[in-house]
């Protein structure tokens, strides 16, 4: 077993262990902190039908994020806009901790599911948008590579770039398997030759990008979305980029010009940014600092971690609490929420910043 292996393996018998005791409520008045920025993708019906692991872990259902809502109040939190939560950590925060509830990358679910659910609730909520998303100029591979898989079965035969691959796609083992070899290949050229790379690897086998763009968000979908009193519209870069494996000057582009070109669209300020991907790996004090000197009010990461008053001082790099298709588990919410799963993953490091 590897050291992070083992690492994985502590936190979930640690997780089992409280989840009988409810032992780590009392963690809550030391490391609950004054709130929680939840990260959430998709919102999907879940249909029964078999998927792909890397796509259906990004969906929540809309029943789960009705209950997320209501376990959050009857737990005393205020739900609060972005503005709202920028403002708490400034001047000091409210008598009652506060969730912000944050949508990435602005498929078009969220018009669907999200929407209606927090209109129902009279509650505020974020959606930070990937402008070449609005554009509807990346094809989503991830879901076409998906479709193929599922709907095909023997061997799959294709060519990347003078590989020649031979996949055996029959079982749900074997797909997956096929996934995540294909996903590395792609993975593996550099960023801004993954448009073409995609499309010279989809074309032969016949599958066009066009039915997924329904899944992304047009402008006047954005736009509108924008000027809806309960949503936020905030940035997540222009291509949805490793940021931090981009030179300097093409990192800062994607951060800059995203903020400029939602503005420009919708009409209205952008003033919060979330970092694409998220993770240490993907983002850092260059990217932090390039973020504040874009003048947004807040910066958020993927990084496992509460909102301490602290925190006001490191607005530019705000962890969240990633909730996952295989988290829609309201325990785990409560243990994540009373700081359980911070306090094993980060150790004693109560405010996670860089
Ligand atoms: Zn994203």
């Not at 990358?105 to 209606?116: A, E, K, N």
């Not at 599922?150 to 003078?162: F, Y």
Request: hydrophobic fraction near 40%.
């Amino acid at each position: 077993m590897t050291q992070a292996g083992g690492k994985h393996a502590i936190v979930r018998l640690a997780i089992n262990a409280c989840r009988v005791s409810r032992a780590y409520r009392l963690l809550r008045p030391l490391l609950g902190g004054s709130g929680v920025i939840l990260a959430l993708h998709r919102v999907v019906p879940d249909t029964g039908r078999s998927r792909i692991g890397a796509n259906s872990r990004i969906e929540i259902s809309p029943e789960f994020l009705e209950s997320l809502i209501i376990f959050f109040r009857k737990k005393g939190y205020r739900i609060v806009s972005l503005d709202e939560m920028y403002r708490q950590l400034k001047h000091g925060p409210g008598e009652t901790p506060f969730v912000c509830f944050t949508f990435d990358d602005g498929y078009s679910d969220i018009l669907d599911y999200v929407l209606p659910v927090f209109s129902k609730y009279n509650a505020p909520f974020a959606v930070y948008v990937v402008t070449s998303f609005a554009e509807k100029s990346f094809p989503l591979w991830w879901y076409m590579l998906e479709e193929l898989l599922l709907t095909t079965s023997g061997v799959l035969e294709a060519s990347l770039d003078g590989l020649s691959l031979k996949l055996k796609i029959d079982t749900m083992e074997e797909k997956e398997a096929a996934y995540s070899r294909i996903r590395e290949i792609f993975m593996s050229f550099p960023q801004e030759e993954l448009r073409d790379v995609v499309e010279n690897f989809f074309s032969p086998l016949g599958v066009s990008p066009d039915q997924y763009k329904k899944c992304q968000m047009s402008w006047e979908q954005v736009a509108a979305l924008a000027h809806h009193p309960l949503a936020t519209v905030g940035a997540h870069s222009v291509h949805h980029y490793n940021l931090r494996s981009l030179s300097r000057a093409d990192a800062a582009a994607e951060i800059a010009d995203s903020k400029e070109i939602l503005q420009e669209k919708t009409g209205v300020a952008v003033h919060h940014f979330s970092f694409p991907f998220g993770s240490r790996e993907e983002c850092g004090p260059r990217e932090f600092e390039m973020a504040r000197k874009c003048g947004f009010k807040t910066a958020v990461t993927i990084r496992e971690g509460l909102i301490f008053p602290e925190h006001r001082f490191f607005t530019e790099c705000l962890p969240r609490i990633e909730i996952t298709g295989r988290h829609q588990d309201l325990t785990l919410v409560d243990m994540r929420r009373c700081g359980l799963v911070s306090l094993l993953r980060n150790g004693f490091k109560r405010v996670v910043t860089v």
